[in-house]
């Protein structure tokens, strides 16, 4: 069956760092663009960080400089490799894979595996 499970999440202080991990199996990882989505409360899901199966990356605007999204394709896992990070990053973190399509980065709806989500919170 296919599985994505996150972990590395927690509290940390503002200005701080966190790493990311997402397993994945059950699927051909490698081909797969996966992503990391967040969700604050009240708020709808946003593309966070997106990485291709060419290893083409993209992020959220409010990231960029700030977080590192990357893939090992021979562990089947993902990473978000998260700095200076701010109150505003406080949200559940989803990792997300999609076949990848050729020349633009697949809508969330086309996201067909989740994981079960996890917490990031940074407090001041």
């Known amino acids: 069956q296919v599985q994505l499970v996150e972990s590395g999440g927690g509290s940390v202080q503002a200005g701080g760092s966190l790493r990311l991990s997402c397993a994945a199996s059950g699927f051909t990882f490698a081909t797969y663009c996966i992503a990391w989505f967040r969700q604050r409360s009240g708020q709808g899901r946003e593309a966070v960080a997106r990485i291709s199966s060419d290893f083409n990356t993209d992020y959220l605007n409010a990231v960029i400089g700030r977080f590192t999204i990357s893939r090992d394709n021979a562990k089947n896992t993902l990473y978000l490799d998260m700095n200076s990070l701010s109150s505003e990053d406080t949200a559940m973190y989803y990792c997300?894979?999609?076949?990848?399509?050729?020349?633009?980065?697949?809508?969330?709806?086309?996201?067909?595996?989740w994981g079960q989500g996890i917490q990031v919170t940074v407090s001041s």
């Open positions: 997300a894979a999609a076949w990848c399509s050729y020349g633009y980065w697949p809508p969330q709806e086309k996201y067909n595996y």
